[in-house]
């Protein structure tokens, strides 16, 4: 593969964009609950989609966007664990430490699951297509 410093530099303008905005907001909109709600705004995985679209296929956007279902339901699971670590170990950095690790091994769970579920689909699909 490789490097193409358009591309990243590109990738690097609509996600670093994305991310400022979302800080931006955070910092005017005075319910910091609500706010929290665009510090999960998926910026990377925008900005990731359409340069694998711009740049690649609409199959490689797929595949990126399919991943990015794995990963924000390990967000959701992440999160979870926080609240839950944060509210129970009285100790933030572990918390995070701990939420971050179940992030992973949680993603990459659901990435399979997910694999999985699609290739039966497309199996079933092929049988009965023949294509």
């Not at 905005?21 to 005017?28: D, E, G, T, V």
């Amino acid at each position: 593969m490789k490097l193409n410093f358009r591309e990243l530099a590109i990738r690097f303008a609509f996600g670093g964009t994305a991310v400022a905005a979302c800080f931006i907001l955070l910092q005017i909109i005075p319910s910091k609950s609500f706010a929290g709600v665009f510090i999960a705004f998926p910026a990377v995985m925008a900005s990731a989609v359409i340069m694998a679209g711009y740049f690649g296929t609409s199959e490689q956007a797929s595949d990126i966007a399919l991943g990015t279902s794995a990963g924000m339901m390990g967000c959701t699971i992440c999160v979870l664990t926080a609240v839950f670590c944060m509210e129970h170990l009285n100790r933030w950095g572990l918390s995070l430490v701990i939420a971050i690790s179940v992030w992973f091994f949680s993603s990459y769970s659901a990435t399979r699951l997910i694999q999985s579920l699609l290739e039966k689909i497309r199996g079933k699909r092929h049988q009965r297509t023949g294509y």
